[in-house]
């Protein structure tokens, strides 16, 4: 690793270490602004009695459920789209006005049409990402310079050839930005329909720990939120270097 | 190779072109900002829709799509597939009809090495010059052993050394090979130096087809005579040959004018290589072709004046001058001036 890589740790350190001292100056009750140390404390207890490793599982095997189904499905439908005029046609504006919607503000509607269960969570990942990935993918496509197609097709490519050598390579940049977008998106939505409708996860842990004024489990809650957002977020990067290193 | 004819081709951009490209011909494609080049170009190729027809060496094309019609095809932008190195740039047409991996390794190294480029192989084109680039892509097109190749300006945003250099190599590649070539371009000097023959297309229309020196000395209309650049054609005799310039009386003034082994009974100039003077002090030496005549009228464009200059002998030449030029020098109608006829500026005819 090069030096600059480590040049986050100063500036985050000295966020905990200021933390720190202004919770132990007393200037807070220590309920309500706990030291970075208890938080710490409390994370190695949660973890050992197994209450954090459980919820952050089940909202881990959700989110990766519903992102990997939202992906695939934004994905397939996005190169139709992309590559098919009457598709686009036909669907556009039909997910043009879907689209907008946040995908939370379907919670309500799906807790009436499939009930409190596993399905909900997953359901709401899959909507947050599938609209981006949508609409990255087909307009990745569709942003392929002409040339590029009409120069494949002369040189002997299929239609089926030119998708697969040429116009998917290319939206590969367009397609990995959907997915970084969605990925920390779908952490969020994640947290906020545990915390609304699902009785398990870091969301309803969240709500749990607010009644019960553990503050030092809130904050837990939102730094494993941070640190899943971010690993998604650097995972896909890694991944898109390897993939797109023409860029 | 094949002899390409179009008959009553029509569709959005053409109206009812005929057109004929001889087995084994340069044909030069000319032609102003959208009059159609680049669309006839695609539809030989295949990939846009027209009414009327296309035949191959008097077979028809139509219902033959691209990928079958043996074809090489370069466009102006995008030439390189940007995610593939130079080496699988030039080898996706054997990857796609899947010729085995060897063979086409083969293939893909002998391109580079006839190029003379094997030290790009495995460069991405963003690291490639605009020349490296053409080149890969005309290997690129070569690669899989196309009969017709299609050039759509591949060499208007290079440099003009690079310009005149690739031209020389892709006239002589095409020589060698044979193949019934067409290319576009704006650029009179381009198909002055690599066609067999030209045609001029203009709103989509086919105004002339000949050589361009044909075309130079007789225009069909006043379009072609537009486009080619309103040349300056003067009736002579050339009696004497000095080397490789000829000497030729034309109404009373000697002008010498390059030979080419061909009698001349007719010169085209182009008014863009007339330099005018008002003192003769300023016309470059040697003092050859150079003549005496007075302004009879200027006409502006935007950047450019064009200056009628009667000579003694009362012939009337156009010479074409910047603007600023002209303001320079004082030049205005009723005043004596010298001109002097560019050696380059010269076409010459029987």
Redesign the interface.
């Known amino acids: 690793m090069k030096p600059r890589d480590w040049a986050w740790i100063a500036p985050i350190s000295l966020l905990l270490a200021t933390w720190e001292a202004v919770a132990r100056t007393g200037a807070f009750p220590p309920y309500l602004f706990p030291p970075f140390s208890r938080v710490l404390v409390t994370a190695y207890l949660l973890t050992a009695n197994g209450v954090l490793i459980g919820n952050f599982a089940s909202s881990l095997a959700r989110v990766l459920v519903g992102f990997a189904l939202g992906s695939l499905a934004g994905l397939g439908m996005g190169i139709l789209m992309g590559y098919n005029d009457a598709v686009n046609k036909a669907f556009h504006p039909i997910f043009s006005i879907l689209m907008p919607i946040p995908a939370v503000g379907w919670l309500p509607l799906l807790i009436l049409w499939i009930g409190i269960g596993e399905a909900l969570p997953i359901t709401i990942v899959f909507l947050c990402s599938f609209f981006p990935l949508l609409y990255n993918t087909s307009t990745g496509i569709r942003e392929v310079?002409r040339?590029?197609i009409?120069?494949?097709?002369?040189?002997?490519?299929?239609k089926r050839?030119v998708l697969k050598?040429?116009l998917l390579?290319?939206a590969?940049p367009s397609i990995f930005t959907g997915l970084r977008l969605e990925a920390g998106m779908a952490w969020r939505v994640i947290i906020a329909a545990e915390m609304v409708a699902i009785p398990s996860g870091i969301g309803a842990l969240l709500v749990a720990s607010e009644s019960l004024l553990r503050v030092d489990v809130i904050m837990l809650c939102l730094m494993v939120l941070s640190v899943m957002c971010l690993i998604f977020e650097k995972a896909l990067l890694f991944l898109e270097r390897r993939c797109?290193?023409?860029? | 190779m094949p002899r390409i004819e179009l008959k009553n081709v029509s569709n959005f951009v053409l109206r009812n072109v005929n057109l004929d490209v001889r087995d084994g011909e340069l044909f030069v494609l000319l032609g102003p900002t959208g009059s159609g080049k680049t669309t006839l170009l695609?539809v030989i190729?295949g990939?846009v829709e027209y009414e009327g027809s296309v035949l191959f060496d008097g077979k028809p094309m139509e219902g033959v799509?691209?990928?079958?019609?043996r074809?090489?095809?370069?466009?102006?932008?995008?030439?390189l597939?940007?995610?593939?190195?130079v080496a699988s740039n030039i080898g996706?047409?054997l990857?796609?009809?899947g010729r085995p991996k060897t063979l086409a390794e083969k293939r893909v190294d002998e391109l580079l090495g006839m190029m003379g480029m094997m030290h790009l192989k495995h460069r991405?084109?963003?690291n490639l010059s605009g020349g490296e680039k053409q080149r890969v892509a005309l290997a690129?097109?070569l690669?899989?052993d196309p009969v017709v190749l299609?050039l759509d300006e591949p060499l208007s945003n290079l440099d003009p050394i690079t310009q005149q250099y690739l031209r020389l190599e892709l006239r002589q590649i095409q020589r060698k090979l044979g193949i019934t070539c067409v290319f576009v371009s704006h650029d009179l000097e381009e198909a002055e130096s690599m066609s067999d023959r030209v045609g001029v297309l203009f709103g989509g229309e086919i105004q002339q087809v000949s050589t361009l020196s044909e075309m130079t000395f007789s225009p069909k209309n006043k379009t072609v005579s537009d486009f080619i650049g309103a040349l300056n054609i003067l009736n002579c005799r050339c009696d004497r040959v000095l080397g490789g310039l000829a000497e030729c009386d034309c109404d009373g003034k000697t002008i010498l004018v390059p030979f080419e082994g061909k009698p001349v009974r007719k010169i085209a100039i182009d008014p863009k290589e007339i330099v005018i003077a008002t003192e003769e002090s300023d016309i470059p030496l040697p003092r050859v072709n150079v003549f005496k005549g007075e302004i009879v009228s200027i006409a502006e464009t935007s950047s450019m004046s064009r200056v009628e200059v009667r000579l003694e002998n009362g012939v009337l030449l156009t010479s074409v001058v910047a603007k600023e030029t002209c303001r320079s020098q004082g030049l205005a109608e009723g005043k004596g001036v010298f001109i002097k006829l560019k050696l380059k500026g010269m076409r010459t005819s029987d």
């Open positions: 310079h040339d590029c009409d120069v494949a097709r002369t040189l002997g490519a299929s050839e050598t040429v390579p290319l590969l797109v290193r023409w860029k | 695609k190729a990939l799509p691209p990928e079958l019609r074809i090489g095809y370069l466009p102006q932008d995008q030439v597939f940007p995610h593939m190195d996706y047409s990857r796609v009809k991405y084109p963003k690129r097109a690669a899989s299609l």
